[in-house]
């Protein structure tokens, strides 16, 4: 029989064993998969609509279609992800806010903050051009929230977090580029423009990848233990 | 007073109790993963697997993720086994209770 300490010592290991081992996914895929095609649609839109390219008092309102559009993407890609986590939550019949969503939720809300503020900053504080570094913020942060879930994370979530957090440092040189672009006599790009591609580029280009790589698929078939794995 | 003797032998010991709580957290565990948190040898952990599986308390999954990788293997708790795992951290519970003045 085992002693009590010996008792609390194994409900201990288990208590611990269970804490590493809980995975739990922010994004699905089909969650990046709405994210995606709402970022890649919204902002494929937004170009059309602003061709040429906006200047002077046009720029003023693009960077309102920018800001706001882009939040309602932010919004309706939130609103599809609690539903498909919702949805998940019903099937393995858990609570929707379970122990591993509050854990993800702390782990993601410094990062989540930081944005937040540098984004109202920029509005209230910065000039209409202070817009336009938004995206590399919002890279970057996002890249931050999604590699502060790595503990207990799937593999590719990290994965993502690095794509933008790199994407994000570099664009924080697309002033550059543009610069340079003209230079070079490549003819005249405008930084609203620049931003609004930036943003289809990674939050709807890289989302779209992700869902294409993390699909479920699989084809099972029962096995016998008699075999090695 | 309980009977102590409903313990789980089964369960108890060290390194299938780590596969049975690991097993309790997800649907599926694969062969690989198991072995990299448990830090067991493959021949270790593949004994252990087949005497929880003897037992009814695992089931086993080959599955083919991508049409020109290996099958994978994974691992997940049968009902049966499941079952037997609460009730034994319930007897663990009461033997801790019981301990203390």
Redesign the interface.
Known sequence: ?????E??E??R??RS??E????YRAISAPSALVGGICSTGFGGWLWFQWRPLPQGIEEVAFAHWFFFGWMAVLLLTITANALFIWRAARE?SEPFISPAMRKALWALFPPVLCGAVFTFASLFLGSVSARWNLPPIWMVFYGLGLLATAQFAPKSIPILGWFFLVAGFLSFGFDHWLELTRMLGHGETHRPTAANLLMVATFGGFHLIYAACTWP?????????SS?? | MFD?DK?DKLI?EKGR??IM??L????SWS??DLKA?LALS?GNL?TH??TL??NGYV???????EVRERP??TYALTDKGRQSFQEY?TI??Q??K???P
């Open positions: 029989m085992p002693t009590a300490t008792a609390e194994h409900l290991v288990i064993l269970m590493k081992a809980t995975i393995r698929r699989r084809a099972s078939a029962p096995a016998t233990l090695t794995p | 102590f313990l108890h109790l780590g709580t690991l309790a957290t997800r649907p062969f690989q948190e493959d593949i697997l087949r599986h003897d089931t086993v999954t080959k599955e083919l993720k994978q293997t951290l663990l519970e033997i801790v019981a301990g203390r």
